[in-house]
């Protein structure tokens, strides 16, 4: 199976609901009291102020424990990845979890740092000093993603430098296939006892592998049109491969779900060539005999027209192509996709009492019929969560462009490192600021105050605290352009995990800060509209 987009959110510093509506900020607010204001603007004087994202939760535990640490240090979060997936397919028909986004910026709230306004005031933008200046953004690739911590699963190796994964839940897959398929060989050669569950446990590895080398075809395929692959396991009913950019045209898209059933094909067929110099009824050949029928099984199964199978995503293609639009792929698959789920739900079972799998209906009866109807039930499930998946995260994609540095930056106020705290506050409530950056004496930023680190200085010693004491040092990937949006955005900031970000001009000018915190907020936001 394939899961593709790999769309994910950063994680703020401070956690909070989305079910919980925006309420304005308030022009006499204090930037230490609102951890998470949202007054985005530039530093720059004559950069027009953005729209500002309106809610101000209080922090969270986590984050007033940072703000206490020795060093001063941030810890960053590493951002969670929305279910990353945008539409599965594969041998399997797993579907992936996804992540709904966040809150956009309200327009009209202009607070200041330091005091609760009346309800329903407004501050107009105020200058702020004129900005330091950084160097321009180095040209260039964006930065990669860190290495990947392994999620469930045993690393079994790194072919095409992908790395390959083997869920728990195989091993419980295995177990079952060496039980079941050792009492099928019980009747066809009783002569080889308790062997035969050995002979069970190598068809299983073997039918494992046919399904890796089916997931093998689509990681293939995905490199050959430069979109990057995560990983690959292989878990309870198959094998999943997560590429992390969705196809650029219908007909890549095709081609990236047709490979996997093309190549089970193909396995089926050399399965059944290697068959017939063996003589029937030995262990060779009825061992040969089930691979072929499990991966002609597994293409069939993969070819069905609905989300989030293969097959799923051919058809998607093919309206996507029709239409125009990517959005009326999905919808049109996804549905047939549910549709499918029920028909598996319904159909499955009575097929089994029919006697129409190969085994009469006299002898379908009892725990057999559960089994059925138990396995009915889990592929039912997966195939309709998968496609509703899908849906969800097409609506993702369609939102992402939403989601603007230049419109999410909040505006800051350069501050050299020994300036008290009080001090920089009040500079920051006179320019209408809501960050602060730490510039040396030739206005070059040095670092960023995190706000959790402010929440957690009592206001009787902001006088007698440095803002160097509560600044997260600036690295490469925390410069962050200006004119960057949707994916390209969160690309570069699941790179350097962190709770701010420097936000900068092409020209290298300071625009103002970005926190992890209002991108999320701005996830969850466009998600909740309706396409």
Do not use: C
């Not at 009825?286 to 691979?291: C, I, N, T």
């Not at 997260?472 to 570069?492: F, I, K, N, P, Y």
Request: aromatic residues 6%; hydrophobic residues 45%.
């Amino acid at each position: 199976m394939v899961e593709s987009g790999g769309t994910g959110r950063p994680r703020p510093d401070n956690e909070q609901s989305a079910e919980h509506p925006a309420t304005p900020a308030s022009p006499a607010t204090d930037l230490a009291q609102t951890p998470d204001p949202g007054t985005p603007g530039p530093a720059t004087p004559d950069a027009e102020p953005a729209p500002a994202t309106s809610e101000a939760p209080a922090p969270s535990e986590a984050a007033s424990a940072e703000a206490a640490s020795a060093d001063g240090g941030d810890a960053p979060q590493e951002p969670s990845t929305p279910g990353d997936d945008h539409g599965t397919t594969g041998a399997n028909g797993v579907g992936e979890g996804e992540t709904e986004a966040g809150a956009e910026p309200e327009v009209g709230a202009e607070p200041e740092v330091g005091a609760e306004p009346e309800a329903g005031q407004r501050v107009p933008p105020t200058p702020t000093p004129a900005p330091a200046s950084v160097p321009a953004l180095p040209k260039g690739p964006p930065p990669q993603r860190p290495p990947e911590q392994p999620r469930g699963g045993l690393l079994m190796g790194r072919p095409f430098g992908v790395p390959v994964y083997v869920a728990p839940s195989w091993f419980l897959v295995a177990a079952l296939i060496t039980w079941v398929f050792g009492n099928q060989l019980d009747r066809v050669l009783p002569e080889l006892g308790a062997l035969r569950y050995l002979v069970s446990l190598f068809f299983a590895v073997a039918f494992y592998a046919s399904v890796l080398i089916h997931e093998l075809a689509h990681t293939i395929a995905a490199l050959r049109f430069k979109l990057p692959v995560r990983r690959i396991q292989l878990q309870f009913f198959g094998g999943v491969s997560e590429i992390e950019k969705e196809a650029e045209t219908p007909g890549r898209e095709f081609w990236l779900a047709f490979v996997g059933p093309l190549l089970s094909l193909v396995l089926a067929g050399v399965f059944y060539l290697a068959m017939q110099p063996v003589e029937p009824g030995t262990v060779p050949g009825v061992l040969l005999a089930g691979l072929m029928i499990s991966n002609l099984i597994v293409a069939i199964f993969n070819l069905l027209p609905g989300l989030p199978l293969d097959g799923g995503r051919m058809l998607r293609a093919v309206v996507w192509k029709l239409t125009g639009k990517p959005m009326n792929g999905t919808i049109a698959a996804a549905w047939v996709g549910r549709a499918l789920a029920v028909s598996v739900l319904i159909g499955l079972p009575l097929l089994t009492q029919s006697g129409a799998l190969g085994s009469s209906a006299e002898d379908s009866v009892g725990m057999d019929t559960v089994t059925d109807a138990l396995l009915a039930a889990i592929l039912a499930a997966i195939i309709w969560t998968g496609a509703g998946n899908s849906l969800r995260m097409a609506r993702l994609r369609e939102h992402l462009p939403e989601l603007r540095a230049r419109t999410l930056t909040r505006r800051a106020v350069p501050v050299e490192t020994h300036t008290p705290l009080s001090e920089a506050l009040r500079r920051a409530n006179d320019a209408g600021a809501r960050a602060l950056v730490v510039v040396d004496a030739h206005g070059e930023p040095l670092s960023l105050v995190r706000e959790a680190a402010i929440v957690g200085v009592p206001e009787h010693r902001r006088p007698w605290v440095a803002v160097s004491g509560l600044a997260q040092d600036l690295t490469d990937g925390m410069r962050v352009s200006a004119e960057l949006a949707g994916e390209d955005l969160l690309d570069v900031l699941r790179a350097t995990p962190a709770t701010e970000y420097l936000v900068v001009e092409e020209t290298g000018e300071i625009f103002g800060v970005l926190s992890a915190a209002d991108v999320e907020r701005a996830f969850v936001k466009a998600m909740a509209r309706p396409s």
